[in-house]
């Protein structure tokens, strides 16, 4: 079992920065970051695996940024030049392999509401 405590959600002005943190119980194998707006479903956003490779949803790509701190099981999302088309409620999410099954972990998603 891996339990994921989120920070650093709140409201944001557009233009503005903004980072998020993940810190999970455990080790995983893959942590990422979805978000989710009304009437859609969650999207992923950015992953890391094994605290360096990274990829990106097309539409964060050079605005958001994840990295990882394996030493914590900690995961960031350092979120710029936030639109309010960027307001979402963000969800981590830990993946973890145990003997070639995988089990998805999801944080309690801060949310993120950028004003115009």
């Known amino acids: 079992q891996v339990q994921l405590v989120e920070s650093g959600g709140g409201l944001v002005q557009a233009g503005g920065s903004l980072k998020l943190s993940c810190t999970a119980s455990?080790?995983?194998?893959?942590m990422n970051w979805y978000r989710h707006t009304p009437g859609n479903e969650r999207d992923f956003v950015a992953g890391i695996i094994g605290g360096s490779s990274t990829n990106y949803a097309d539409s964060v790509e050079g605005r958001f940024t994840i990295s990882g701190d394996d030493a914590t099981n900690t995961v960031y999302q350092q979120m710029h030049s936030l639109k309010p088309e960027h307001t979402a409620t963000y969800y981590c999410?830990?993946?973890?392999?145990?003997?070639?099954?995988?089990?998805?972990?999801w944080g309690q998603g801060p949310h993120v509401p950028v004003s115009s």
């Open positions: 455990g080790r995983a194998s893959a």
């Open positions: 999410n830990a993946v973890k392999v145990t003997h070639g099954h995988y089990k998805n972990y």
